[in-house]
């Protein structure tokens, strides 16, 4: 994954550009507003992640100056500005994501995996099978061994989001940001509630087991757990 970080804070770029190394991204930095905007246009990036408060021009200006461009890489703010009325603003420059400083690593890294996964879905095969599991990604309707099983729109959701990444431990901080569009605090359980609440509708009548607690990180929907 190619990240753009723009920020002119060299002490908290050389650790995120450090930590999204060590996880397998190749990051470019810009220190300025008009030196982000002139990489921004000239290279493709699969996530752009910039500070609002930048010399030369400001991270709003330069969203919006991308935008104008037609760079439609998702664009993650960093910024200490906090106000609901800086995230409207950000939000309407052609921002799809907003963290507030200061932030944990792990957020930061969750919110751009996410960013990077919505961007790159592609088409979705309108109807996906894992053994006698059917959902019909259309219709928005689940079965099992031809049985319908009635959803709520959240089950549905993270039912999707597992099978359309069967294999892949989902994280519960993943997880959150994915299904409820923000991160919980650490000694919640809303997760382990709604993922057995889906367990007992989907594995509890029927074999093989699917959804699977992965112990220590998270949780996993594939055939075979091993």
Same mark, same amino acid.
């Given at each position: 994954m190619k990240v753009?970080?723009?920020?002119d ?8 550009k450090?930590g999204l ?7 470019t930095?810009?220190y300025?507003?008009k030196?982000?905007e002139?990489i ?7 996530v752009? *992640? ?6 030369? $021009? +400001?991270g709003f200006d330069?969203c919006r +100056? $991308?935008?104008r +461009? @037609?760079? #439609?890489?998702p664009v993650?703010?960093?910024? %200490?500005l906090? =106000?609901?009325e800086?995230?409207?603003t950000g ?5 799809d994501?907003?963290?507030s400083?200061p932030f ?5 890294l969750?919110r751009? !995996?996410a960013? #990077?996964?919505r =961007?790159h !879905?592609g088409?979705?095969d309108p109807l996906i099978r894992i053994?006698?599991?059917e959902?019909?990604?259309?219709? !928005?309707? *689940? @079965?099992? =061994? ?7 729109a959240r089950?549905?959701k993270?039912?999707?989001?597992f099978?359309?990444?069967?294999? @892949?431990v989902?994280?519960?901080i993943e997880?959150?940001?994915? $299904?409820w ?7 919640t +359980?809303? $997760?382990?509630? #709604?993922?057995s609440a889906l @367990? !007992?509708k ?8 699917l959804i #699977?607690?992965?112990?220590g990180?998270g949780? *996993?929907?594939?055939?075979?757990p %091993?």
């Amino acid at each position: 994954m190619k990240v753009l970080l723009v920020d002119d804070d060299q002490q908290l770029v050389s650790f995120v550009k450090m930590g999204l190394e060590d996880h397998d991204m190749q990051v470019t930095v810009a220190y300025d507003g008009k030196t982000g905007e002139r990489i921004a246009i000239t290279t493709e990036f699969d996530v752009i *992640v910039l500070d609002v408060m930048l010399p030369g $021009i +400001n991270g709003f200006d330069l969203c919006r +100056n $991308i935008r104008r +461009n @037609r760079v #439609h890489a998702p664009v993650l703010m960093l910024t %200490s500005l906090d =106000s609901t009325e800086d995230k409207v603003t950000g939000f309407d420059t052609g921002a799809d994501d907003y963290l507030s400083k200061p932030f944990d690593f792990p957020e930061l890294l969750v919110r751009i !995996k996410a960013l #990077h996964r919505r =961007s790159h !879905k592609g088409t979705v095969d309108p109807l996906i099978r894992i053994a006698d599991l059917e959902i019909d990604t259309v219709a !928005k309707k *689940v @079965r099992r =061994s031809g049985r319908e099983i009635r959803l709520t729109a959240r089950e549905y959701k993270m039912l999707e989001m597992f099978a359309l990444n069967r294999g @892949r431990v989902f994280e519960r901080i993943e997880i959150a940001q994915e $299904i409820w569009g923000f991160s919980f605090n650490t000694g919640t +359980n809303v $997760i382990d509630v #709604h993922i057995s609440a889906l @367990r !007992k509708k989907i594995d509890r009548e029927f074999s093989p087991k699917l959804i #699977h607690t992965v112990v220590g990180i998270g949780y *996993v929907l594939t055939e075979d757990p %091993s």
